[in-house]
């Protein structure tokens, strides 16, 4: 696997994220004529291509340049395309190279992936790096469905009852020896008259 220290993010919108194409302090002095864009898919898997086309217009030896870059959306960008571009697969590790670019910006396409645009060199917080690592994230492909909730289905965690049986009552847990009470007490009754009556 290809790896380096300097990661760069990109953002996967129509419109560049300016901290991407900051004006360097010197448009024309470039460190190279060459360079290479790394980009490692965010679901590293192996097979994924990717195609870099760069975009016509676009002169990283002028500060015009630069800003014209800054300010480019990949709807446009997509409209002035250098045809043929340059196609690479990712490796097991979901890295691919483009190695040996020509100074300038680059459109970079994929399936999982929407359009971003990468300049080479790129702007660092330590200069212009002329080896550029790029990590962009997945889109989905094809439309996104709302999955149908089914009201019958029972819910995946089983409804726990709440309504826990508490400590049983005196009268609940002896009402069969109350009825014995009851009768003993009655039979009693009726010896204690039998007693009156006899005394009188």
């Not at 500060?63 to 340059?86: C, F, M, Y």
């Not at 909730?149 to 002896?174: C, E, M």
């Not at 007490?185 to 009556?197: P, S, T």
Request: proline content about 6%; overall charge positive.
């Amino acid at each position: 696997m290809i790896g380096y220290s300097r990661v760069v993010s990109v953002a996967l919108s129509s419109a560049l994220l300016a901290s991407a194409f900051v004006l360097p302090a010197s448009a024309v002095e470039l460190p190279c004529t060459t360079g290479s864009i790394e980009v490692g898919a965010h679901t590293k898997e192996a097979g994924q291509k990717f195609t870099a086309y760069r975009i016509d217009g676009i002169d990283l030896t002028a500060d015009q340049g630069w800003k014209d870059a800054k300010n480019l959306s990949t709807a446009r960008a997509a409209k002035n395309l250098i045809e043929p571009g340059v196609s690479a697969e990712t490796n097991q590790w979901g890295f691919v190279r483009f190695n040996d670019l020509p100074v300038g910006a680059y459109l970079l396409r994929s399936e999982k992936t929407r359009d971003f645009i990468v300049t080479v060199p790129m702007k660092e917080k330590d200069g212009l790096n002329c080896e550029v690592v790029v990590r962009p994230k997945d889109q989905p492909s094809g439309n996104v469905e709302i999955p149908r909730i089914d009201t019958q289905v029972p819910p995946k965690h089983p409804q726990v009852n709440t309504n826990k049986p508490g400590p049983r009552s005196w009268l609940a847990s002896t009402g069969a020896s109350v009825l014995g009470i009851v009768a003993v007490a009655a039979l009693l009754i009726a010896v204690g008259v039998l007693l009156v009556r006899r005394r009188k």
